[in-house]
């Protein structure tokens, strides 16, 4: 199973952004599939989660901004950011609890997209 995060970029802050996360390969069943990102000198942190039947969480710092949402058919997991702020910039990592096929329960994870905001 490999993951592809996609859409990082530069924007303004109080500007927008939309991450793609789509996983390819032998999936079987995807549980979770989550966005963290890592700031430097940082933790890794969770932004949001969101369930395969769609229930979803936020982190305090971007709850009310940042919008998590699958595609199920697609395999895609998406995050629309807005109202951005400095203290978003970050390398956003999607992360996906998968079931292959004749697999136990496995985490991956992208590779990263960066996500630059400026004043």
């Known amino acids: 199973v490999q993951l592809q995060a996609s859409g990082g970029g530069l924007a303004q802050s109080g500007g927008s952004l939309r991450l793609s996360c789509v996983a390819t390969g032998n999936i079987g069943s995807m549980n979770e599939m989550e966005w963290y990102r890592q700031a430097p000198g940082n933790q890794r942190e969770l932004v949001a989660s969101i369930t395969s039947d769609g229930r979803t969480k936020y982190s305090d710092s971007v709850k009310g901004r940042f919008t998590i949402s699958r595609d199920n058919a697609k395999n895609t997991a998406y995050l629309q950011m807005n109202s951005l702020k400095l203290g978003d910039t970050a390398v956003y990592y999607c992360?996906?609890?998968?079931?292959?096929?004749?697999?136990?329960?496995?985490?991956?994870w992208g590779q990263g997209t960066l996500v630059t905001v400026s004043s």
């Open positions: 992360h996906a609890v998968v079931i292959p096929y004749g697999v136990g329960i496995r985490h991956f």
